[in-house]
């Protein structure tokens, strides 16, 4: 079955994305605030994905072994997530490969997910990688959080305490803004004022 005979098709879907700290999370939090539409979040589908004896942490098990676990827990015998990024961030091949699981995963959950708010006629769907894992076609419509790169490096330093060449080699695995832009239906500006993003998503729901 087609993915949009999945979902509602008069529904309205909304893709917010951005690059890595952008103010996503920020922005996210606003609109639950204060705005009364279901909110499916990638990153917290990616973390359900991934917890233990579920089919996507046998997978990484299999392929990185125990290495991966994270020791400060190891009751639970969780995958320590920021190692996980560390060596996807470190090792392409590795980073192709864990993407070539859980998109799929992830993009199936959502799917799953969208349509228990038949009811609703918006949902926000965030996705980070939207373009990159090529979420689009479940999405009605694209909303892209636009932030300076200095400012995007100097949150990065600040949130993950890494360097800058760190923070820069981050926010170069994404696509750029400009390559964004142009698959994008409306720009979110979070460069300086905080109200423009707001009065833009007053008007927009």
Not at 82 to 100: T, V, Y
Not at 124 to 144: G, M, N, S
Request: aromatic share 8%; glycine share 2%; proline share 2%.
């Amino acid at each position: 079955m087609d993915i949009l005979q999945k979902l509602k098709n008069n529904q309205r879907r909304i893709g917010l994305t951005g690059g890595i700290a952008s103010g996503k999370t920020t922005i996210t939090n606003y609109i639950r605030e204060h705005k009364n539409i279901p909110i499916i979040d990638a990153d917290n589908l990616s973390k359900e994905l991934i917890k233990p004896n579920t089919y996507g942490y046998k997978k990484i098990l299999d392929y990185f072994g125990n290495q991966i676990i994270d020791t400060k827990n190891n009751s639970e015998k969780e995958i320590n997530r920021k190692l996980l990024r560390n060596i996807i961030f470190k090792h392409s091949e590795s980073k192709e490969w864990i993407e070539k699981l859980l998109h799929p995963l992830i993009k199936e959950k959502m799917i799953k997910e969208c349509s228990q708010y038949n009811n609703n006629q918006t949902i926000l769907l965030v996705i980070p990688l939207l373009f990159e894992a090529k979420f689009e076609d479940i999405c009605t419509e694209i909303w892209l959080v636009k932030c300076p790169r200095e400012l995007q490096k100097k949150r990065l330093i600040t949130r993950d305490k890494i360097c800058e060449k760190e923070a820069y080699d981050s926010i170069n695995l994404q696509l750029s803004f400009e390559e964004k832009r142009k698959f994008s239906d409306i720009i979110l500006d979070n460069s300086d004022d905080q109200n423009k993003w707001i009065n833009a998503i007053k008007e927009l729901l």
